[in-house]
């Protein structure tokens, strides 16, 4: 069942999928300010590979998707595997996520979250999991940013 998933998924994987409104302007500043992006999924590699390459390509680097050596998120190995090929540090990272799963990786591999609520879940339940740096929109992001910059 998972290997006819799998293939279901790698023909599927764009059905009803489009960026976020402001998204790009985000990562167009964090690209011209320097900052190192990675995507970091639980999807499997290979959609996470075809949908950095259709919709970010120009934006992140380094697209780190699910494979049978790598435990999915909240376990660090996807989020290690990303610094490592950006050769960066938890001290230098900030992890960007929109679930209680992407909180806990944060806190798994070492990097301070920043919570979003435009995606799976409300500025509510993300304060109650402990966030501390809550995105509206992502121009917030940069403001969040600024402020840890100080």
Known sequence: MLTELKEYYAE????????YEGLYELLAELKK?????AVVSNKVQEGVTALNGQYFKEYF????GETPNRKRKPEPDMVN???K???????EAVYVGDSEVDLQTAKNSGLLPIAV?????????LRELGAKHVAYKPADVMEILGELNK
């Open 81 to 83: 595997a990303a610094l």
């Open 33 to 37: 300010q320097g900052y190192k992006r």
């Open 85 to 91: 090929a950006l050769n960066s540090t938890p001290e």
């Open 61 to 64: 680097n380094v697209a780190i």
């Open 12 to 19: 599927h994987n764009n059905d009803k999928t489009a960026p």
């Open 117 to 125: 609520t435009w995606g799976f879940r409300d500025e509510e339940l």
